[in-house]
T-cell receptor
């Protein structure tokens, strides 16, 4: 079982739709959580960080459920420019060191 | 703005060549990381460094080495490149403040092809 699991998609949604992605993690010692956005052939860029139960930034909301060990990302009123791959990242204590563990990403296509 | 600069965007090398990938950050970050990204596998940690002249193996260090002689620069070395090292290489940096919460910032990546 992968330490961080995401549905690879693609999620094809029309402009203006609301879309949600889930990410599950296996390490209960995970301390912090991030969603990064990665455009094709570009570097990952931080979208949101989640340290407690959740975070909201404009059209984007991230929720953390520690009991069930998953985090979600909700995008409201999708724009064409939201088309990208969304990486779920877990920062967990592993052998005495904090390390980022990446999911393989969920691909989103917003259609006109 | 944090800036992490990788020396090359695209690189083509031959099997057996020694390859140097350079990464420089301008935010005085203590921590620097090298990852490779492959389809279906996500980002995997090769090596990281928490301070000058300090290095730690990540999850897939075999076939790689690193050098951190200055705080702002972290180099990844492929001693003898092989075709299975064809990949996208990403460098990242972060501050030392609260390692449980710190954010990593990535360079634009180097797409390496080994022929």
């Amino acid at each position: 079982r992968k330490e961080v699991e995401q549905d690879p998609g693609p999620f094809n949604v029309p402009e203006g739709a609301t879309v949600a992605f889930n990410c599950t993690y296996s390490n209960s010692a995970s301390q912090s959580f991030f969603w990064y956005r990665q455009d094709c052939r570009k570097e990952p860029k931080l979208l949101m960080s989640v340290y407690s139960s959740g975070n909201e930034d404009g059209r984007f909301t991230a929720q953390l459920n520690r009991a069930s060990q998953y985090i979600s990302l909700l995008i409201r009123d999708s724009k064409l420019s939201d088309s990208a791959t969304y990486l779920c990242v877990v920062n967990a204590l592993n052998s005495g060191t904090y390390k980022y563990i990446f999911g393989t990403g969920t691909r989103l296509k917003v259609l006109a | 703005d944090v800036k992490v600069t990788q020396s090359s965007r695209y690189l083509v090398k031959r099997t057996g060549e020694k390859v140097f990938l350079e990464c420089v950050q301008d935010m005085d970050h203590e921590n620097m990381f090298w990852y490779r990204q492959d389809p279906g596998l996500g980002l995997r940690l090769i090596y990281f460094s928490y301070d000058v002249k300090m290095k730690e193996k990540g999850d897939i260090p075999e076939g790689y080495s690193v050098s951190r002689e200055k705080k702002e620069r972290f180099s990844l070395i492929l001693e003898s490149a092989s075709t299975n090292q064809t990949s996208m290489y990403l460098c990242a940096s972060s501050t030392d403040d609260n390692l449980a919460k710190n954010i990593q910032y990535f360079g634009a990546g180097t797409r390496l092809s080994v022929l």
